[in-house]
């Protein structure tokens, strides 16, 4: 069963950046979308950003061009946050949806974005 870890949350003032990255235990190889979603207090699960297998990648509205997804090919997906907002303060999580449906979650990695 392949894992995955996320690392690089922190808390960082309003205006901030962060640098998410989520690793792989092993390379998915059928891998056809990469995503990121996160979860604040009291909160749904939401979706934040994708890259598809052919290289497509789309934003929720709120990133606002704000953050930039991107991949090794599925070994590590990245996840940098620029001009980071309070409300942007939430657990974050990496996706993977393989092929054949199998998806995969990490544990996430709590984002404060305090003063």
């Known amino acids: 069963q392949v894992q995955l870890v996320e690392s690089g949350g922190g808390l960082v003032q309003p205006g901030g950046s962060l640098r998410l990255s989520c690793a792989a235990s092993a390379r998915i190889s059928n891998w056809q979308n990469l995503a990121w979603y996160r979860q604040s207090p009291g909160g749904q699960r939401e979706w934040v950003a994708g890259?598809?297998?052919?290289?497509?990648t789309d934003y929720a509205e709120f990133t606002e061009g704000r953050f930039t997804i991107s991949t090794n090919d599925a070994l590590t997906l990245y996840l940098q946050m620029n001009n980071l907002k309070p409300e942007d303060t939430a657990v974050y999580y990496c996706?993977?949806?393989?092929?054949?449906?199998?998806?995969?979650w990490g544990q996430g990695t709590q984002v404060t974005v305090s003063s």
């Open positions: 996706h993977v949806l393989t092929d054949t449906f199998t998806d995969y």
């Open positions: 890259i598809a297998r052919y290289g497509t």
